[in-house]
């Protein structure tokens, strides 16, 4: 077994002599190969250690132990110049693929995790892969061994590429459940209708009753440009103002005879956070609490860690706070404390005669779509797209009863 000598990347040339470097062990050659990536110099290749054909190069430095001494055999015919830290296995008269496979079996694996040394840098040395004890065949029987393996190997990768599909499909398994419980939930799907229910278009006369009276104390102002979603000769119609137009193409999926589609701005109010300079807050458990974004919502809760004596921008116990900016968007939580005041990588919710967590539910299944339409430096969900997203409106109580269902639901999906 014969070390290599170092060929910087710098002292490569396009056409040269031929010459096989550390790092090429592991990206660029697999089982086996006849011709060289890289090339250098005649002067350069001529005081380079030569390895021929039938030899093995192995690596002595790597990330980690299991894939240290990784080997590949040389089939070609020009003597190729062996860079640094790696060696090459010469004289061995055997079949140079069954020593392929024999460094790639569990038992070498296992000798490499125990005699190769660090934890960053890994290395190994020839003396101890020379130490490793070798089962040797008779000559015809590794010729036989290995092309049974060539063989097989098609299959075993075939069945590699599916397992790995397999592990992937297991890992997304459980967020694709939670995207269609959510879907079923706001078509309909997920609880039974009951007839007796009051219909969602009574609830939105009641919404728009109520809206006036907020109007009217001064508590939100009136939107110029209100929708209102009309449902006609089996299309819908949006009126905006004197206009109304046709907006079937948008509409995403049938609803059940007792609801009704609704901008979610006719169903909230919105208020967007303002930030304050370093001045304005701290973290003296004094004031009121300043939420500024994904690190004070995690797993649906609030974390507090600064205070602020500025009472602007204040959300209040039962509203829902959305992260809309910078990391985290679309993170959610509804809020416990009396009041916080948030900074604008926040928006704070607040449903009008609706169940806020079933407006929560139409936000989760929408935060894909929302995510999509992010712009800006620091990217975020703009407030017009939330009140703009089309929301699917059941009747209140049985917005309840969805509530309910996918709150039994969704923490058992989270847990798979």
């Known amino acids: 077994m014969v070390r290599g000598k170092g060929i910087k990347r710098t002292e490569t040339i396009p056409d040269g002599m031929p010459c096989v470097r550390y790092g090429e062990i592991y990206t660029t050659y697999n089982t ?3 011709n060289t990536k890289s090339f250098i110099p005649q002067q350069l290749y001529s005081q380079c250690n030569l390895f021929h054909t039938g030899d093995l190069i192995y690596t002595l430095t790597g990330e980690n132990k299991p894939d240290i001494a990784k080997t590949v055999a040389y089939l070609g015919e020009s003597p190729v110049a062996a860079g640094g830290d790696m060696a090459y296995w010469t004289y061995h008269k055997m079949n140079p693929l069954y020593l392929v496979y024999f460094m790639e079996s569990p038992y070498c694996i296992e000798q490499k995790r125990r ?4 934890d960053i840098i890994v290395h190994i040395s020839t003396d101890k892969v020379g130490s490793f ?3 040797v065949p008779p000559k015809a029987e590794q010729d036989r061994i290995v092309a049974k393996l060539q063989e097989i190997k098609p299959l075993l990768q075939e069945y590699d590429r599916k397992e790995q599909k397999i592990h992937l499909e297991q890992k997304l398994f459980p967020e694709q459940l939670k995207k269609s419980i959510l879907q079923m939930a706001v078509q309909g799907k997920l609880v039974p209708q009951n007839p007796s229910d009051e219909p969602a278009s009574v609830l939105l006369e009641r919404i728009r009753i109520e809206k006036e009276r907020l109007i009217a104390e001064g508590k939100i102002k009136r939107d110029k440009n209100e929708s209102v979603i009309l449902r006609r000769d089996n299309s819908h119609y ?16 049938d609803l059940p005879d007792s609801w009704r589609w609704s ?31 994904a690190s004070n919502i995690e797993d649906g809760n609030v974390i507090i860690n600064r205070w602020t004596d500025n009472p602007k921008n204040i959300a209040h116990s039962g509203e829902l706070l959305v992260v809309c900016k910078g990391a985290g968007v679309g993170k959610m939580a509804v ?3 009396e009041s916080v005041h948030i900074a604008r990588q926040i928006m704070a919710i ?7 967590h079933y407006l929560q539910i139409v936000l989760e299944y929408n935060l894909e779509y929302l995510r999509r339409r992010m712009q800006g430096v620091i990217p975020g969900i703009s ?8 929301c699917p409106v059941p009747p209140l109580i049985e917005q309840e009863r969805i509530a309910q269902q996918v709150g039994v639901i969704l923490p058992m999906v989270k847990s798979l």
């Open 350 to 356: 607040t449903p009008i005669s609706t169940n806020l």
């Open 383 to 390: 407030r017009s797209d939330v009140l703009n997203l089309l």
């Open 238 to 253: 949006e009126k905006l103002g004197k206009n109304e137009v046709c907006i079937d193409e948008e509409i995403p999926f």
């Open 133 to 135: 004890l070798v089962p």
């Open 335 to 337: 809020l416990k404390e």
């Open 115 to 118: 005699l190769a040394t660090g």
């Open 32 to 34: 086996s190969f006849t």
């Open 263 to 293: 901008r979610l701005g006719n169903l909230i109010h919105l208020l967007s956070g303002q930030d304050f300079d370093p001045s304005g807050y701290n973290s003296v458990v004094c004031g009121i609490p300043y939420i500024t974004g």
